[in-house]
């Protein structure tokens, strides 16, 4: 067998059709090709494993870059069809356990998802927003070279549309608050990072005189356990002291409450939630945030659920130093957030900050104040879908303020008045338009969403599934017993039928009344 033979021989085999399953087999014939062989055929058949092992790679590479660019087509699709009703399906069919990705023919099955204040699905225009950042555009923002300059731009891009949704509604603003300042917004891994650093923001930068005594903080006690278990922490370590402002049976703190339990040389953070993840109540920042701007003490508040819901403008919020924002709860990927601070907000009132960062330590990322390589094409989504919720705010409100209260007449309707209890504020204005935390008295909620849970997705959020231990929100709200092991957490969404809102209430009740043995 001379080389030629051997090279067409390799040729041959390189041009067998690529097919990864078939690829041991195609190794296997060469291998022992070459074991039945004289020694001076070893070597020419090495060059022509070598050729052939090149044309397979190559074949192989022109099969990938096929791939791609059809990966590329879709994301590219104008029309967007294929990913808009991939995405906007009401997530899983009752056989399944994975996500539907294609129309399905059997929608009646299809689980209704209202469970929004949990998590969102990726809208299809963030998904299309963050392709590109997910393929071509894969540079460091922090590389020179041009492969850097994309995605740093898309970053900054971002960030504008972040402060555009907190921009004023008024345009009087005497505030001097500088929010185009693009530096104003520092993007985090999740929403529980962003009020983790809003606290250690206060710690770092108290006052000396403050420092030398225990820094004071002050919150309400119905907080996302973000803010609540991380204080816990603090006060173990001795790094605070903290006072829990008490809500009232709607769930809402009264602002004079707030402000009386500020000591003036001592609080160094004042953090209140805007709306409240489980009873949908909306906290008075605006009063809260206006009175610690001029008593000089630093405001957050935790925006996650509030956001895309309600206005997060930063004049109706009282001018806060600090707000959380959350990507998952508008339609951008888990894992991206950010923390509004107003610029100059570290530096006054004997305030300073190390030039170092303040949770994540290392890179010169973020302005040199959070280290780590950012998540460009979350963020990138992040950024779309702040855009969208500025965008589509009023209509998606008043929305899903007309499906929650069909939510609740259809219960109520379907299992009578006397049963059904909608725990937090009565007053729209004071709640969240898509949050319906709703007690059925004398059922066990995590039973029954144990029993639906196919056909409808959404939180007990009240209690602990196993131990039906009733939450912290509904015993600091005070809903009576009956009424608080019976709650469910029912989150609605821009994209929630007046169909999928009848359906779901009909399953709920029969799912109700089969456990209190009145079917
Ligand atoms: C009010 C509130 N704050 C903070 C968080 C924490 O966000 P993440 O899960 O992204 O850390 C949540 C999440 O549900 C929330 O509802």
């Given at each position: 067998?001379?080389?030629?033979?051997?090279?067409?021989?390799?040729?041959?085999?390189?041009?067998?059709?690529?097919?990864?399953?078939?690829?041991?087999?195609?190794?296997?014939?060469?291998?022992?090709?070459?074991?039945?062989?004289?020694?001076?055929?070893?070597?020419?058949?090495?060059?022509?494993?070598?050729?052939?092992?090149?044309?397979?790679?190559?074949?192989?590479?022109?099969?990938?870059?096929?791939?791609?660019?059809?990966?590329?087509?879709?994301?590219?699709?104008?029309?967007?069809?294929?990913?808009?009703?991939?995405?906007?399906?009401?997530?899983?069919?009752?056989?399944?356990?994975?996500?539907?990705?294609?129309?399905?023919?059997?929608?009646?099955?299809?689980?209704?998802?209202?469970?929004y204040n949990g998590t969102t699905p990726i809208y299809p225009q963030v998904l299309q927003a963050m392709m590109p950042y997910l393929t071509q555009n894969y540079g460091n923002p922090s590389s020179s070279h041009v492969l850097g300059?994309?995605?740093?731009?898309?970053?900054?891009?971002?960030?504008?549309?972040?402060?555009?949704?907190?921009?004023?509604?008024?345009?009087?603003?005497?505030?001097?608050?500088?929010?185009?300042?693009?530096?104003?917004?520092?993007?985090?891994?999740?929403?529980?990072?962003?009020?983790?650093?809003?606290?250690?923001?206060?710690?770092?930068?108290?006052?000396?005189?403050?420092?030398?005594?225990?820094?004071?903080?002050?919150?309400?006690?119905?907080?996302?356990?973000?803010?609540?278990?991380?204080?816990?922490?603090?006060?173990?370590?001795?790094?605070?002291?903290?006072?829990?402002?008490?809500?009232?049976?709607?769930?809402?703190?009264?602002?004079?409450?707030?402000?009386?339990?500020?000591?003036?040389?001592?609080?160094?953070?004042?953090?209140?939630?805007?709306?409240?993840?489980?009873?949908?109540?909306?906290?008075?920042?605006?009063?809260?945030?206006?009175?610690?701007?001029?008593?000089?003490?630093?405001?957050?508040?935790?925006?996650?659920?509030?956001?895309?819901?309600?206005?997060?403008?930063?004049?109706?919020?009282?001018?806060?130093?600090?707000?959380?924002?959350?990507?998952?709860?508008?339609?951008?990927?888990?894992?991206?957030?950010?923390?509004?601070?107003?610029?100059?907000?570290?530096?006054?009132?004997?305030?300073?900050?190390?030039?170092?960062?303040?949770?994540?330590?290392?890179?010169?990322?973020?302005?040199?104040?959070?280290?780590?390589?950012?998540?460009?094409?979350?963020?990138?989504?992040?950024?779309?879908?702040?855009?969208?919720?500025?965008?589509?705010?009023?209509?998606?409100?008043?929305?899903?303020?007309?499906?929650?209260?069909?939510?609740?007449?259809?219960?109520?309707?379907?299992?009578?008045?006397?049963?059904?209890?909608?725990?937090?504020?009565?007053?729209?204005?004071?709640?969240?338009?898509?949050?319906?935390?709703?007690?059925?008295?004398?059922?066990?909620?995590?039973?029954?969403?144990?029993?639906?849970?196919?056909?409808?997705?959404?939180?007990?959020?009240?209690?602990?599934?196993?131990?039906?231990?009733?939450?912290?929100?509904?015993?600091?709200?005070?809903?009576?017993?009956?009424?608080?092991?019976?709650?469910?957490?029912?989150?609605?969404?821009?994209?929630?039928?007046?169909?999928?809102?009848?359906?779901?209430?009909?399953?709920?009740?029969?799912?109700?009344?089969?456990?209190?043995?009145?079917?």
């Amino acid at each position: 067998m001379d080389i030629f033979t051997i090279t067409a021989a390799a040729y041959v085999l390189c041009t067998i059709p690529y097919d990864p399953l078939e690829h041991s087999t195609i190794t296997s014939i060469t291998v022992t090709s070459m074991t039945q062989s004289s020694t001076s055929t070893q070597a020419a058949l090495a060059v022509g494993l070598i050729l052939g092992a090149t044309g397979v790679a190559l074949l192989s590479w022109l099969q990938k870059q096929q791939q791609k660019q059809r990966f590329l087509d879709i994301s590219d699709n104008s029309n967007n069809d294929c990913l808009e009703s991939s995405l906007w399906l009401n997530t899983t069919t009752s056989s399944s356990t994975t996500t539907s990705s294609t129309s399905s023919s059997n929608e009646d099955d299809a689980c209704i998802y209202l469970d929004y204040n949990g998590t969102t699905p990726i809208y299809p225009q963030v998904l299309q927003a963050m392709m590109p950042y997910l393929t071509q555009n894969y540079g460091n923002p922090s590389s020179s070279h041009v492969l850097g300059r994309e995605p740093r731009r898309a970053v900054d891009q971002a960030r504008k549309e972040i402060i555009q949704l907190l921009q004023e509604t008024t345009s009087n603003n005497d505030n001097n608050n500088n929010i185009m300042d693009p530096s104003s917004i520092w993007f985090t891994s999740c929403g529980t990072e962003s009020d983790n650093l809003a606290i250690q923001l206060a710690l770092q930068s108290c006052s000396e005189k403050q420092a030398k005594k225990k820094p004071h903080i002050v919150t309400c006690n119905v907080e996302h356990a973000a803010v609540s278990a991380y204080l816990n922490v603090l006060v173990d370590q001795g790094a605070c002291t903290v006072t829990r402002v008490p809500v009232d049976a709607s769930g809402c703190v009264s602002s004079q409450a707030m402000i009386a339990a500020v000591r003036t040389k001592k609080t160094v953070l004042v953090t209140l939630m805007l709306a409240n993840n489980e009873s949908g109540a909306l906290q008075p920042c605006q009063a809260v945030a206006a009175y610690c701007r001029r008593a000089g003490i630093l405001f957050h508040t935790d925006a996650a659920q509030a956001v895309g819901k309600t206005s997060v403008a930063l004049d109706r919020l009282g001018y806060p130093d600090m707000v959380s924002l959350v990507g998952h709860k508008i339609g951008a990927p888990k894992g991206v957030a950010c923390l509004y601070v107003r610029p100059g907000s570290m530096q006054e009132h004997g305030r300073a900050l190390h030039k170092h960062g303040v949770l994540m330590i290392g890179g010169a990322q973020e302005f040199g104040r959070r280290g780590g390589t950012e998540n460009v094409p979350s963020i990138v989504g992040f950024g779309r879908a702040a855009a969208m919720a500025k965008d589509g705010l009023e209509k998606n409100a008043v929305h899903m303020h007309a499906m929650r209260a069909r939510l609740l007449e259809k219960l109520q309707e379907l299992l009578g008045k006397d049963m059904v209890r909608a725990n937090g504020p009565e007053d729209p204005a004071l709640r969240l338009p898509n949050t319906l935390s709703v007690g059925l008295k004398g059922v066990h909620s995590g039973d029954l969403l144990g029993c639906i849970g196919d056909k409808v997705a959404a939180s007990a959020g009240a209690t602990c599934h196993s131990t039906g231990a009733i939450s912290s929100v509904l015993q600091a709200m005070k809903v009576p017993e009956e009424f608080a092991r019976g709650t469910l957490r029912l989150s609605l969404g821009p994209k929630t039928t007046a169909k999928d809102v009848d359906k779901a209430a009909a399953i709920i009740a029969e799912a109700a009344k089969k456990q209190l043995g009145t079917a």
